[in-house]
């Protein structure tokens, strides 16, 4: 394989490049990304970025050592717009072509926006750019701001709103946010933040759209238009906002695709080992679909790379990348933290703490068995039981942790 | 010279943290103690709450990994090493010698 072309320079992006340096590739590498600036950490955006502890310095994924070693061109604030029907060809906005023997896709995901154009003060919150609009609408004064989505975008964007001193409401359509994902009882444990935040959360309740106005002299360095005033709901009730923060989840970056011959569902179609219907091109996390599931998670992304890369190499699936599922919020001053593979109507049981005194951690189990747990500050004992949830699962009867394990 | 706790206060296995600024982890493994900065040097995170396997001490939060004897990582995410730290025992009492600057570990 002489050149390798990773299309996305984000975390994804950057371990399989780093991944097929490790493992021995050493020809033309070629890393494309759609955003200008050299692969940052996102996760910081909602939270330190967002209320100003941590400066842009402290985003970088890399340094100028390392992407000196690493020897690859890099094609930055360059969106791909295509990949040949071989899988031999990546086609850029600019006019310009790759040619390539093997490709990586790791071009993410968007955030989901509301339909209809936005007016002046509505964000959302996925790229530094994003967060640094977000950051500059945020100054000068305590202002109302609407988050529109409780889940974790739209959690930690109202916990650092509030923590600077705005008066937030965090607005969710399900009846309770993170339902899906933790069951009733935790979700309902991790609500209670919001109250303890200071923020309002209104449950159960969709947005219908918004209230703007049209500004006479808009600030300096605001286009003209019109602002957003209010979010209105499907009660009839109107929310007052001088900013709002769309936090309504992401759609996988796939449209690039349309005239390749990749299956794309929700996610470019792979098998276990992120390997897609053509040999040579491989997926890696959030836009990718791995044997049925895709999952938006940071260490998904970061776990990913190191099977995809071989199989890239190799010509051929031979290894399978299913980390277990991991992720943590910082919310409200608790850390939240989650592993493993939860279903619908496991059993929780609160094995230390409580979710009264807001520190616990909890099991999920099925059959006598732990198939996931969920942590509120208590960073240890999660730890103890994500290494031996994900110890489990290589094991030959995977799956489930033996319930006595829980000694903690 | 920065006194911790009492020997038998730290079960092998064990770490504390303390406030000092920046904050310090005080680590006991087989037979050893160790501090280090207890920041992990990629994000936000307190090592004193990680996971500690012989010298090794992994981050709660990104699975990064440190050695206690040098404060270099291991593995990825953290790319710089974090402080060390002498640790004396003095009747009994366990004390920190934090390093000189904050940046020597650099």
């Given at each position: 394989m002489r050149t390798v072309t990773v299309v996305g320079a984000s975390l994804a992006g950057l371990y399989a490049a780093r991944e097929l340096r490790a493992q021995g590739f050493d020809g033309r590498l070629v890393?494309?990304?759609?955003?200008?600036?050299?692969?940052?950490?996102?996760?910081?955006?909602?939270?330190?970025?967002?209320?100003?502890?941590?400066?842009?310095?402290?985003?970088?994924l890399s340094d100028p050592e390392e992407t000196r070693e690493l020897g690859a061109e890099w094609l930055l604030g360059v969106?791909?717009?295509?990949?040949?029907?071989?899988g031999r060809t990546v086609e850029l906005a600019d006019g310009g072509t790759v040619r390539c023997d093997g490709v990586v896709i790791a071009t993410g995901a968007s955030a989901r926006r509301l339909p209809g154009p936005a007016p002046a003060g509505v964000h959302t919150l996925r790229t530094l750019d994003d967060a640094r609009a977000l950051r500059a609408d945020l100054h000068g004064g305590r202002q109302r701001v609407v988050v529109i989505g409780g889940g974790f975008i739209g959690a930690e964007?109202?916990?650092?709103?509030?923590?600077?001193?705005?008066?937030?409401?965090?607005?969710?359509?399900?009846?309770?946010?993170?339902?899906?994902?933790?069951?009733?009882?935790?979700?309902?444990?991790?609500?209670?933040?919001?109250?303890?935040?200071?923020?309002?959360?209104?449950?159960?309740?969709?947005?219908?759209?918004?209230?703007?106005?049209?500004?006479?002299?808009?600030?300096?360095?605001?286009?003209?238009?019109?602002?957003?005033?209010?979010?209105a709901l499907a009660d009839g009730r109107v929310l007052p906002a001088d900013v709002v923060v769309v936090g309504i989840g992401a759609v996988p970056n796939t449209g690039w695709l349309a005239g390749?011959?990749?299956?794309?569902?929700?996610?470019?179609?792979?098998?276990?080992?992120?390997?897609?219907?053509?040999?040579?091109?491989?997926?890696?996390?959030?836009?990718?679909?791995?044997?049925?599931?895709?999952?938006?998670?940071?260490?998904?992304?970061?776990?990913?790379?190191?099977?995809?890369?071989?199989?890239?190499?190799?010509?051929?699936?031979?290894?399978?990348?299913?980390p277990l599922p991991y992720f943590w919020s910082d919310q409200y001053g608790c850390r939240i933290q989650y592993a493993g593979r939860r279903r619908a109507g496991d059993t929780v049981r609160i094995v230390s703490g409580s979710p009264q005194d807001g520190r616990f951690l909890a099991h999920y189990e099925r059959d006598g068995t732990v198939t996931a747990a969920l942590a509120l500050d208590m960073p240890r004992p999660f730890t103890r039981i994500r290494r031996e949830l994900a110890r489990a699962e290589t094991r030959p009867t995977p799956g489930a942790v033996v319930g006595a394990v829980g000694a903690i | 010279m920065i006194p911790v706790c009492r020997l038998e206060d730290l079960p092998v296995g064990e770490s504390v943290r303390i406030d000092t600024v920046p904050p310090i982890?005080?680590?006991?493994?087989?037979?050893?103690?160790?501090?280090?900065?207890?920041?992990?040097?990629?994000?936000?995170?307190?090592?004193?709450?990680?996971?500690?396997?012989?010298?090794?001490?992994?981050?709660?939060?990104?699975?990064?990994?440190?050695?206690?004897?040098?404060?270099?990582?291991?593995?990825?995410?953290?790319r710089r090493p974090v402080r060390t730290h002498r640790v004396t025992v003095d009747d009994g009492v366990i004390h920190v010698h934090p390093a000189a600057s904050a940046d020597s570990a650099a």
């Amino acid at each position: 394989m002489r050149t390798v072309t990773v299309v996305g320079a984000s975390l994804a992006g950057l371990y399989a490049a780093r991944e097929l340096r490790a493992q021995g590739f050493d020809g033309r590498l070629v890393i494309v990304g759609e955003e200008p600036h050299a692969p940052y950490d996102r996760p910081p955006l909602s939270k330190d970025f967002l209320t100003g502890r941590a400066a842009e310095d402290r985003l970088a994924l890399s340094d100028p050592e390392e992407t000196r070693e690493l020897g690859a061109e890099w094609l930055l604030g360059v969106r791909a717009r295509g990949l040949d029907a071989r899988g031999r060809t990546v086609e850029l906005a600019d006019g310009g072509t790759v040619r390539c023997d093997g490709v990586v896709i790791a071009t993410g995901a968007s955030a989901r926006r509301l339909p209809g154009p936005a007016p002046a003060g509505v964000h959302t919150l996925r790229t530094l750019d994003d967060a640094r609009a977000l950051r500059a609408d945020l100054h000068g004064g305590r202002q109302r701001v609407v988050v529109i989505g409780g889940g974790f975008i739209g959690a930690e964007t109202a916990s650092s709103c509030a923590s600077l001193g705005h008066d937030v409401t965090v607005v969710e359509a399900a009846p309770l946010p993170l339902l899906p994902q933790l069951g009733p009882e935790l979700a309902r444990a991790c609500a209670q933040l919001h109250e303890r935040g200071g923020v309002r959360l209104l449950t159960g309740v969709g947005v219908t759209g918004l209230r703007e106005a049209s500004r006479v002299g808009p600030e300096p360095g605001e286009g003209p238009g019109p602002r957003v005033t209010g979010v209105a709901l499907a009660d009839g009730r109107v929310l007052p906002a001088d900013v709002v923060v769309v936090g309504i989840g992401a759609v996988p970056n796939t449209g690039w695709l349309a005239g390749s011959t990749l299956a794309v569902r929700d996610g470019v179609l792979c098998d276990g080992g992120c390997v897609t219907s053509l040999p040579q091109v491989v997926a890696v996390g959030d836009v990718a679909r791995a044997d049925g599931v895709r999952a938006e998670h940071w260490t998904s992304a970061t776990a990913q790379p190191r099977a995809a890369v071989r199989n890239l190499l190799a010509g051929r699936t031979l290894e399978h990348a299913r980390p277990l599922p991991y992720f943590w919020s910082d919310q409200y001053g608790c850390r939240i933290q989650y592993a493993g593979r939860r279903r619908a109507g496991d059993t929780v049981r609160i094995v230390s703490g409580s979710p009264q005194d807001g520190r616990f951690l909890a099991h999920y189990e099925r059959d006598g068995t732990v198939t996931a747990a969920l942590a509120l500050d208590m960073p240890r004992p999660f730890t103890r039981i994500r290494r031996e949830l994900a110890r489990a699962e290589t094991r030959p009867t995977p799956g489930a942790v033996v319930g006595a394990v829980g000694a903690i | 010279m920065i006194p911790v706790c009492r020997l038998e206060d730290l079960p092998v296995g064990e770490s504390v943290r303390i406030d000092t600024v920046p904050p310090i982890a005080v680590f006991r493994t087989e037979g050893e103690l160790y501090a280090i900065d207890d920041t992990c040097t990629h994000q936000d995170a307190s090592l004193s709450e990680g996971w500690l396997e012989g010298c090794l001490v992994e981050c709660p939060l990104h699975e990064a990994s440190f050695d206690l004897r040098t404060g270099q990582p291991t593995c990825l995410p953290a790319r710089r090493p974090v402080r060390t730290h002498r640790v004396t025992v003095d009747d009994g009492v366990i004390h920190v010698h934090p390093a000189a600057s904050a940046d020597s570990a650099a």
